[in-house]
């Protein structure tokens, strides 16, 4: 076998197992000290724990599995929310599908944000995902409504971030009185009108504050907050970093 210049544990039902097998966990001590990189997909980060590789590191792996995971390894600090974590050479992503978001990252890594981008583009998939594993997308959640009122009011949210969006506004553009739109519209999408409003502005806004470096201020205007502390709490709230720490992790 060639030089290994990535190594990554993928889980498995038998990860128990592999856990276990000392062999293997000899293997990776010694190839941990001589790849560019290694980690893990989902379960596999107790492969990798079971090695001693995770002590001191920060890590990520399915949200089912983050409390075992922290219990079972104390020297690792487990982060239950991130879609996947970078400590140094070690890379550590959350489920099957968050080790695509893993791999999008190595590919920009080795690669360039441009490759990396036609590849997401390729696949249907965020270069990066907003937040962590509690994440949103408000296009996503507009596709969910049965109603074609609910989807057309969803629609002129998405296209309109900086206009009157309040409940009284959105059910004047449904036909309806303020409480029958509000009931409704929680029922068909699982969420309220005003969580809707703020889901969406704030996803409009993570992506401008990937894509260029204009200020809080600016930000909160170009998407309908005309307070920048709300806009800032907003965000905050919504992606669970504040907009300073989600530019270091996230923009270009």
Same mark, same amino acid.
């Given at each position: ?46 492969? +990798?724990?079971?090695?001693? +590789? ?85 296009? +996503? ?112």
């Amino acid at each position: 076998m060639g030089a290994i210049d990535t190594l990554l544990v993928a889980g498995s039902p038998r990860v128990e197992d592999m856990a276990a097998d000392t062999q293997l966990q000899d293997w990776l001590r010694r190839q941990a000290r001589t790849v560019r990189r290694y980690g893990s997909v989902c379960s596999g980060a107790f492969v +990798l724990a079971a090695s001693g +590789l995770l002590d001191g590191k920060r890590v990520a792996t399915h949200w089912k599995l983050a409390g075992q995971l922290a219990s079972d390894y104390p020297l690792a600090s487990v982060e239950s929310d991130a879609i996947y974590v970078r400590d140094g050479q070690l890379f550590t992503s959350a489920g099957v599908t968050a080790g695509m978001d893993l791999a999008l990252a190595m590919v920009e890594e080795d690669h360039g944000r441009d490759l990396a981008l036609s590849v997401a583009r390729q696949l249907v998939m965020f270069l990066k995902r907003p937040g962590g594993q509690s994440q949103f997308s408000a296009h +996503l959640a507009a596709q969910t409504s049965e109603r074609s009122s609910m989807r057309e009011v969803q629609d002129h949210v998405l296209a309109n971030l900086k206009a009157d969006l309040s409940v009284p506004a959105l059910a004047r553009r449904a036909g309806m009185s303020e409480r029958n739109f509000a009931r409704i519209f929680r029922s068909e999408t699982g969420t309220t009108p005003a969580e809707f409003v703020e889901n969406a502005r704030i996803d409009a806004a993570r992506r401008m504050a990937e894509e260029s470096d204009l200020p809080a201020k600016r930000l909160a205007d170009a998407v309908g907050y005309a307070n920048v502390d709300g806009f800032r709490r907003a965000f905050g709230r919504r992606l669970g970093v504040s907009l300073v720490e989600y530019r270091r992790r996230f923009a270009s």
